[in-house]
């Protein structure tokens, strides 16, 4: 295994369920994702502007390559209706080959 990884697991969250399914749809179709799973509804709690706050959120979860990672995050930002968005992303170290050689075809350009 090379030294950076080749794949990822990729996290945001929002705030509904029509949101979400928005924002997964749109990575996979346009290759930048091959899966995108969503859970929810989640309990967030976290500080904003000074204040504690609790909201309820949907978590995407992305399964792409490093090489889309760049595309995938500016997808996300323009589409993400939050100021700050978590754009969370996790190298995978390893993996079935039959799924990963799935996610490198679908996120081929």
Not at 29 to 49: F, H, K, M, N
Not at 52 to 59: A, G, L, N, P, S
Not at 63 to 76: F, Q, S
Request: charged share 30%; net charge negative.
């Amino acid at each position: 295994m090379t030294d950076s990884p080749r794949f990822l697991t990729v996290l945001t969250t929002t705030d509904s369920e029509e949101r979400a399914r928005h924002l997964a749809a749109r990575a996979v179709e346009s290759r930048l994702a091959a899966c995108a799973q969503i859970d929810g509804p989640l309990t967030s709690v976290y500080r904003w502007e000074g204040e504690v706050t609790t909201d309820t959120e949907w978590r995407v979860t992305y399964k792409t390559t490093a090489a889309r990672y760049d595309a995938l995050e500016a997808r996300i930002r323009a589409e993400h209706t939050y100021d700050t968005p978590e754009i969370i992303a996790l190298p995978l170290s390893g993996g079935s080959a039959e799924y990963l050689a799935w996610v490198a075809a679908e996120t081929r350009e």
